[in-house]
């Protein structure tokens, strides 16, 4: 593994929706503020991206998403961004990881409470899957995360506890944190790591609008595509929690003497 001479440095385009008053009514509009972050003040984080799913559906979509999010990872970690993966409820599986003792040394880092959150835009119904499922609702099938994701064990962070990943962040300077994984509407949202608690640590997550899909079935209302209920709420979270980018926006600035802003080792 390689890392840059120096750190390489993004500008993020962040995007939020503000509710806007014209002559004709309330509109919600799409405002983006452009950012500067170098990246050793980078970390993404990998919500529950699960190696099964008790909804066929979205074991589905995570198979389909595995492989551009960890080629997307494994180019940040090359410039020394932190990858930190966060399949709750399956530490056992990472006992002797040492990218989990990196993360476990800072268990005692004191909980602070979330961002409060509005109402969601809709509500889930059975889980929200979109599938005839082999599991009930909700069945933890789950052992660890996608093997399609690479760990480096030498850099990275196994952890699904809050506290450890955000004392991490809070003492390597890596306060911006970019969310990726799923279920948008679920724990991307409120999982101890989610982005309402890493606001309530006083970090600031950004959602990667294009890694990450939510639980939605589109024979519930709003009654919209299962694409389109994902966008619903990457908007509810640009009005109401955090910015987002796309993945393809989070490219390092062009470097003299470089291609594509990577250097050379």
Known sequence: MTHPNSPARFTLPLRRRALTERPTGR???????????????????????????????????????????????????????????????????????????????????????????????????DGGSDTVDQYSPNTAVWTRQHPGIDIDEEVDLVSDEGREIAGYLEDTGRRTVL??????????????????????????????????????DPARPPYVTHDEGTRLVVRYVEAFVAPTVRR???????????????QDP
């Open 248 to 262: 393809a926006d989070v490219l390092p600035d062009p470097q003299p003497g470089s291609q594509d802003g990577e």
């Open 27 to 125: 509109v919600w509009e799409e405002q983006v503020q452009r950012v500067t972050v170098a990246t050793d003040q980078l970390a993404v984080v990998i919500c529950d991206m699960w190696d099964h799913h008790w909804s066929a559906g979205a074991a589905l979509r995570v198979k389909q998403l595995v492989p551009e999010l960890n080629d997307w990872c494994s180019r940040l970690r090359r410039l020394g961004v932190t990858v930190i993966h966060a399949p709750s409820d399956t530490m056992d599986a990472y006992e002797h990881s040492p990218a989990r003792a990196r993360a476990a040394r800072y268990a005692g880092t004191e909980a602070r409470p979330p961002l409060a959150l509005p109402p969601p835009p809709f509500e889930l119904v």
């Open 179 to 216: 969310m990726t994984g799923v279920h948008t509407n679920l724990c991307v949202l409120s999982r101890s790591f989610g982005l309402a608690a890493l606001i309530g640590y006083g970090l600031s997550p950004v959602l990667v609008s294009d890694l990450t899909d939510a639980m939605y």
